[in-house]
């Protein structure tokens, strides 16, 4: 069964950091791209960051450029969102979902050009 599977979320406060993970089970993520979306409460699900399948291509929401790194071991079937000094407006339930081709996320990719999506993990910020 191919399955994505995220962790790492959790209660933070603002100004703080969380890396989320997103591990790939019963496929390989190495022919895969991998983009992370979230959803706020009260608001649509909106691409965050994505990386290609090699690393070597990466793409970010504006609101979040220079604040979260996406990255990826494929050795470890396994991707990861580092995020830093996490403001409010990130509070979300976040998603990492694989796709065949790399997409940016702005505008927002088309949803069914994803392979496989995970469970989805809460990340509330809040002081």
């Known amino acids: 069964q191919w399955q994505l599977v995220e962790s790492g979320g959790g209660l933070v406060q603002p100004g703080g950091s969380l890396r989320l993970s997103c591990a790939a089970s019963g496929f390989s993520l190495d022919h895969y791209a991998i983009t992370w979306f979230r959803r706020a409460p009260g608001k649509e699900r909106e691409g965050v960051a994505s990386?290609?399948?090699?690393?070597?291509?990466?793409h970010y929401r504006e609101a979040v450029m220079g604040r979260f790194t996406v990255t990826r071991d494929n050795a470890k079937n396994t991707q990861y969102l580092q995020m830093n000094n996490l403001k409010l407006d990130a509070t979300a339930v976040y998603y990492c979902?694989?796709?065949?081709?790399?997409?940016?996320?702005?505008?927002?990719?088309?949803?069914?050009?994803?392979?496989?999506w995970g469970q989805g993990i809460q990340v509330p910020v809040s002081s």
């Open positions: 979902a694989a796709s065949r081709s790399f997409w940016a996320v702005r505008p927002s990719p088309p949803v069914n050009s994803f392979h496989s």
């Open positions: 990386i290609d399948n090699t690393g070597k291509n990466v």
